[in-house]
């Protein structure tokens, strides 16, 4: 079973940039479709990215096109997220996510993925 840890978040200016990684453990994470989601205060779980397996795939929603990358090192176990230009609505808490999946086009769906992390803070003050 794979365990994911999430960190990198902190709190930093609106226009600056972070790179969470999310580091996988247990067994191998390449043939798991990977996930960013977040949730604010008051709001429910939303979906930010996801890549596919092989990282020939990605999604993004559309709060984020433009401004968020996802990527992965299936060497490393990790996948991270690099957010430039941050917004104070960015401030949430972000989960890095999972599921088994070989599809080149994996679901968006954060019912889909059955293993989570913990969570990482993102504040961005105005």
């Known amino acids: 079973q794979v365990q994911l840890v999430e960190s990198g978040g902190g709190l930093v200016q609106a226009g600056a940039s972070l790179r969470p990684p999310c580091a996988a453990s247990?067994?191998?994470?390449?043939?798991?479709?990977m996930g960013w989601f977040r949730q604010a205060p008051g709001k429910e779980r939303e979906i930010v990215a996801r890549i596919s397996w092989s990282g020939g795939s990605t999604y993004y929603a559309d709060y984020v096109k433009g401004r968020f990358t996802i990527s992965r090192d299936n060497a490393k176990n990790t996948v991270y997220l690099q957010m430039n230009k941050l917004k104070p609505e960015d401030t949430a808490v972000y989960y890095c996510?999972?599921?088994?999946?070989?599809?080149?086009?994996?679901?968006?769906?954060?019912?889909?993925?059955?293993?989570w992390g913990q969570g990482t803070q993102v504040t961005v003050s105005s």
């Open positions: 996510a999972a599921y088994y999946s070989r599809s080149y086009w994996p679901a968006t769906d954060q019912y889909k993925y059955d293993v």
């Open positions: 247990g067994c191998t994470s390449s043939s798991y479709a």
